[in-house]
């Protein structure tokens, strides 16, 4: 077989060589169009993306419209990538998204700060569009106003019943109503508080603060993301469950339980992500990849709560019902002994609470790292305080400068950074974007904090100030807080959160026990500027938060 040849011609079009994707090329022999497999060492290379003419004359009339169709199939991505257009048809937002897979919560910033409106709609391939606010009168709406017509989803609901189950954060409607209900006057009673309290002071006082004191002695580099979320891990265990996981003991163990957890919300994260939830269906039908490894995590995690819900059944009949307070014994002394309900319930409250207190608490101390003198005054407020070590809960309240710098921490690097509601029926949101059944809306609480609109030409700086007020007639500072649909960090409307009290307990005992003894000094390697900022469900620092501990003096 003879080499192809081209000659010009007036009216050419062209036939594009791919040669790393193309099995087969077919070339022009003696005017006709001809398939043949490449031989090993043919007379003329023909180099990838090279660009040949070919004229009317050589192609079969038969042919006319393949090629004209192979050309757009591979001249469209070359178009977009090289004249930077971001949205195409078929395949929607697609090279964007995956361009920017590393950054999606900078990218969807970006792109919700740069709209007029703050709201824009990414165009996805193989699936509904999807809207990305950053608008509050769209989070009002979409959270309270059209509060019936948002719900999880199907999708979101599928991804993560594995893990979730019928639990609270997985279910919509009457399912929601009756937990949310049942749940929330646990949230209020004072000996589920007192309980919370002496938690999370035993849990600072004999694992913590021992174990900060160990590295500043030795003088070592500690990952105080990890050493964190060890700490969160451990109380929320216990206060939902009455277990201690013990992870945070001075040898640091590998504890099964959590990492088992870890890999569940991780791969359940993936899902979510996936461009079409057939793809991880069929590969849980198979048993392959990422599945199998949920497979095996989801069994671990029911496996421990089964055996928990036994133990805590047996102990209550033994010993009675008032003598625990967690919130596991709280649902069985309700009355409520269905062990499928009681795990899915607990084991949602272990997601809901494990990493967003220790996402906060490791931004918070890297920024008032960055502002020293916003450190100083929440020592000062802090050492105003002469028995920290038995502060009551309305004493802990009082802390309004630690208050405010947690909640500007949040505002910036917010737990979780993006959240969605799928619409059930078709919308107009308030600025005149049109939703249709099945389109997912996300508020965006990062790009929210960083909204020139929303919090002034000053958004980028760490000032707790702009949260407080100085009361003219008692001279004294509060805290004044913003409407919950500009700052949604802890969602807002009929879900916001049950454990917002609970949290700022937790966080602000953390961060007068730490402050109080210690200085956290992060150690910045050569050439690095800020920690990257990474989220799954919730939000994290990339490589974790290496620091050296030094006492303060």
Sequence with gaps: MTQPTFKASNHPFFVIHVDEFLPKIKTANKGKLTAFKRPRKPKTTLSPLNVYFLTEASTPKKNKMILPLLLLCFLLPLIFIFFNTKSYPLIGDYISIYTNRHRLIQFLSDAVLSSPNHTVVLRRPFGPSRVITGNPAVVQHILKTKFSTYQKGENFRAALFDVLGDGIFNVDGDKWKFQRQLSNPMFNTKSLRH?????????????????????????????????????????????????????????????????????????????????????????????????????????????????????????????????????????????????????????????????????????FFWLIYKNPTVETEIVNEINRKPNLDTLVYDEVKEMV????????????????????????????????????????????????????????????????????????????????????????????????????DMAFLQMKRVVAGVLRRFVVVPVVEDGCGEPVFVASLTSKMKGGFRVTIKERN
């Design 195 to 363: 309980f919370v309290e002496h938690v999370v002071d035993t849990e600072l006082n004999e694992r913590l603060i021992p174990i900060l004191a160990t590295a500043a002695d030795n003088n070592t580099v500690i990952d105080l993301q990890d050493v964190l979320q060890r700490f969160a891990f451990d109380n929320i265990c216990q206060i939902a469950f009455g277990y201690d996981p013990a992870c945070l003991t001075p040898s640091l163990p590998h504890a099964s339980f959590a990492v088992a957890f870890e890999d569940a919300i991780r791969l359940c994260t993936e899902r979510v992500r996936t461009s079409s939830p057939i793809i991880w269906k069929i590969k849980r039908f198979l048993n392959i990849g990422s599945e199998k490894q949920l497979k095996k995590a989801v069994s671990e995690i029911r496996q421990l709560a089964v055996k928990i819900v036994n133990q805590r059944k047996q102990e209550m009949k033994t010993m009675g019902c008032d003598k625990s307070v967690d919130l596991l014994s709280g649902f069985i002394s309700a009355g409520y002994t269905d062990d499928r309900f009681l795990m899915d319930i607990v084991v949602s409250f272990i997601f809901a609470g494990r990493d967003t207190t220790s996402a906060a608490l490791t931004w």
């Design 401 to 500: 400068y630690t208050h405010a710098s947690i909640c500007e921490s949040m505002r910036l690097y917010p737990p979780v950074p993006i959240d969605g509601k799928m619409a059930i029926n078709d919308d107009v949101l308030p600025d005149g974007t049109v939703v249709k059944k099945g389109m997912t809306v996300s508020y965006h609480p990062y790009a929210m904090g960083r909204s020139e609109k929303l919090w002034g030409e000053d958004w980028s700086e760490f000032r707790p100030e702009r949260w407080l007020e100085e009361d003219e007639v008692t001279e004294t500072v509060r805290f004044v807080a913003r409407d919950a649909y500009t700052y949604p960090v802890f969602q807002a409307g009929p879900r916001m959160c049950s454990g917002k």
